[in-house]
């Protein structure tokens, strides 16, 4: 493949714009660091396409993102972020430990995103899956988290988040550490 310009690739129009490949080029390459940059960028779609092809970096190599853990949680504060940054970003924590110094505003910044109804659902469910995993550790935030989806209304919410309620419940029953 011959060498790309990154961030035209980031732009591409949705039809043509392939993640999986462009990961595993930027991995080939080492263009981690480039694909960070975009990923911080300012303009919502360059940052949250860069988020996406991210996602699909640490799908194939996680230890990718190792030097980029307190960036990539801090990101979070930014205000007016694009939800998809804000998703893929949760996505990447969903099934590998959020680093033991970035917990507490991990833990509390997923507790803000699944109890606000006005955030995307995929942003929602991802945030319940990366709370409850934080707080499986501490038994005091395990307890909190445990009353927070035990009293949601589940009635009121999309499907998603009753089934992610649901699995999250059925999860903590098998630890018996609630």
């Known amino acids: 493949m011959l060498p790309i ?21 930027i991995l080939k390459h080492q ?3 480039e694909l960070m940059t975009f990923a911080f960028d300012a303009d919502a779609l360059l940052s949250s396409r860069a988020m996406w ?3 699909h970096c640490t799908d194939i190599d996680y230890d990718c993102i190792a030097p980029y853990h307190q960036d990539l949680i ?8 694009h939800n998809g940054v804000i998703r893929n970003t949760l996505r990447l924590y969903q099934k590998h430990p959020v680093p033991s ?6 833990f509390d910044t997923c507790m803000m995103y699944f109890t606000n109804p ?30 927070l989806i035990t009293h949601l209304p589940l009635a009121d919410e999309p499907p998603a988040i ?3 309620v649901k699995n999250t419940l059925k999860a903590m029953a098998k630890t018996q550490k609630y």
């Open 5 to 25: 310009n990154l961030k035209a690739e980031l732009t591409a129009d949705i039809r043509a714009f392939k993640a999986p490949e462009l990961a595993r080029y």
């Open 118 to 147: 006005s955030q995307a659902i995929a942003v929602r469910t991802f945030a319940i899956t990366v709370a409850y995993h934080i707080a499986l550790q501490y038994p005091e935030l395990l307890k909190e988290f445990t009353l």
């Open 31 to 33: 263009l981690i660091d």
């Open 74 to 81: 801090h990101n979070l504060k930014r205000e007016g972020l």
């Open 101 to 106: 110094n970035q917990e507490s505003f991990m």
């Open 53 to 55: 092809v991210l996602g």
């Open 162 to 164: 009753q089934s992610r």
